[in-house]
């Protein structure tokens, strides 16, 4: 059965720089694709960037551009997230998902959450003014 847990969030200014980890276990990671996804409090979980298997295709969520970036190591089974000049309205708990990718399947990379079988509990990221 496929683990996902979540590390590094915490409390931090604005314009300061974060990077939150997932690690899978359970599976090899490089049989599946993995995502972060983000919920503000009152608000729906929304896409922030996801990954391919082997990491060649990335996709991002276009108010993350530029500041957000996605990395895996499926050597360690751990997906990344660099957060980069993060603002107050960063403030959400992280999610990290995962879902199999058959053989022969090329490098999907889905943003929908529904599209996603297995999730993280979650890591908590407060930016402050």
């Known amino acids: 059965q496929v683990q996902l847990v979540e590390s590094g969030g915490g409390l931090v200014q604005a314009g300061d720089s974060l990077r939150l980890s997932c690690l899978l276990s359970?599976?090899?990671?490089?049989?599946?694709?993995m995502a972060w996804f983000r919920q503000a409090p009152g608000k729906e979980r929304e896409f922030v960037a996801a990954?391919?298997?082997?990491?060649?295709?990335?996709r991002y969520a276009d108010s993350m551009k530029g500041r957000f970036t996605i990395s895996r190591d499926n050597t360690k089974n751990t997906m990344y997230l660099q957060n980069n000049s993060l603002k107050p309205e960063d403030t959400a708990v992280y999610y990290c998902?995962?879902?199999?990718?058959?053989?022969?399947?090329?490098?999907?990379?889905?943003?929908?959450?529904?599209?996603?079988?297995?999730w993280g509990q979650g890591t908590l990221v407060t930016v402050s003014s």
């Open positions: 998902a995962a879902d199999f990718v058959p053989p022969f399947s090329g490098t999907v990379v889905p943003t929908e959450s529904a599209q996603y079988d297995y």
């Open positions: 359970g599976r090899r990671a490089d049989d599946y694709v």
């Open positions: 990954i391919s298997w082997g990491g060649e295709v990335t």
